[in-house]
């Protein structure tokens, strides 16, 4: 009958060994790193307009940076912490993802496009936009079609997914570019209206972003890129913390459901917006009509 004990002692000793050590492999690192610091830190893009931009005096705004703050509101409730604070760190193209895998942020609130490649060292909430890159030259140029460009210098952003694009489409159509790279989008631009480029090629809702808050918007003109697909954007996470990416998937699920994402689409993409009160004008396309109806992280269209 001791033996009976022991051996039933021993048994519920390690069962219970086994269950604490379930427990604390389940846990988010990321909840604990917050929980343990009172402190959400994200990463925010100082010229990716509307997502994530530099607005009045010199804070943080954007269609991203209100999504990560309905985050830091649920996770404010999911982890008890009423006093929450929520840092903001800038972040580059460059830098963006070694600072989240480091644990410098938490969350990119910025205008990263989920791919494959990506999904290798990070991870994506369900997707927040769907578009597409294209061209933008100036409209005073002979630039009409991509074909135009041929023999040009192009400029591209240096980090952005679109480089790879361009550089397939220059040996594809045999268009003989010359391809320079900057710091950031504003850069970018920089160069297109100062004569140093032809032609900038970027998603086309950042290009949007930056020329309707430039002094001569109608001083550009798009062209299309008839190579490209859909691409979607989402918040940028560390890989390997389901508990936590299923807690800014549930916010943003909750957002759409209940119509308030689109009230922030709206807010941010078709009307006004800080600091110049520029309007992109762009309406809620098909695309991104389909996820908000049906929530997914999925590549596919």
Known sequence: MKLNTR??????CFVSSFGALGTAHAKSATLEKIRDTGTLTLGYRESSVPFSYLGTGQK???????????VADH??????LPNLKVATIPVSPANRIPLLQNGTIDIECGSTTNTADRQKQ??????IFAGAPTWVTLASSNIRAQSDLRGKTVVLTQGSLNQGIAAQTNVDDKLGLTILQTKDHAESLLMLRT?????????????AGLVSSAPDPKAFRYVENPRVPIYYYGLMLAKGDPEFKALVDDTLKSLMSSGEFKQRYLKWFTQPIPPNGQNLALPMGAALEKRVASPSDSLDP
């Open 60 to 70: 943080p705004v954007g269609f991203s940076m209100d999504l990560c703050a309905a």
């Open 7 to 12: 051996i039933l002692a021993g048994i519920l």
């Open 75 to 80: 996770v404010k409730k999911a982890l008890n």
């Open 195 to 207: 004569g140093r480029a032809t032609a900038w090629f970027e998603d086309n809702i950042l290009e």
């Open 122 to 127: 990070v991870a994506f909430s369900v997707a």
